[in-house]
């Protein structure tokens, strides 16, 4: 069994950072895909990067150059560095861990941009 759980958000100016984390307990953490969510209140939840068991990254367009995903396998953690944020990132961050057909998801980190 894989919880995972997100930590990390918080309210933060534009043009601020903050890192996400999301820890999952179960040896097949390292194995596994990790993705990051996020939805927007009245819009659909937005794919935001991914990382495979080896490495390899992707981002959403919106993101990409401002967020950098990472995973630590060492603590069954994954992080997400978030730079140069806008209003438009706020939202709540979700974690998905990707296991074959096991899909397993975190309850989610409140992360609002605003002056």
């Known amino acids: 069994q894989v919880q995972p759980v997100e930590s990390g958000g918080g309210l933060v100016q534009p043009g601020g950072s903050l890192r996400l984390s999301c820890a999952a307990s179960?040896?097949?953490?390292?194995?596994?895909?990790v993705n990051w969510y996020r939805q927007a209140p009245g819009k659909q939840r937005e794919l935001v990067a991914a990382?495979?068991?080896?490495?390899?990254?992707n981002y959403a367009s919106s993101v990409e150059g401002r967020f950098t995903i990472s995973r630590e396998n060492a603590k069954n953690t994954v992080y997400l560095q978030m730079n140069s944020l806008k209003p438009e990132d706020t939202a709540v961050y979700h974690c998905?861990?990707?296991?074959?057909?096991?899909?397993?998801w975190g309850q989610g980190t409140q992360v609002t941009v605003s002056s």
């Open positions: 998905n861990v990707r296991y074959g057909l096991m899909d397993y």
């Open positions: 179960g040896s097949i953490f390292r194995f596994s895909l």
């Open positions: 990382i495979t068991s080896g490495g390899t990254t």
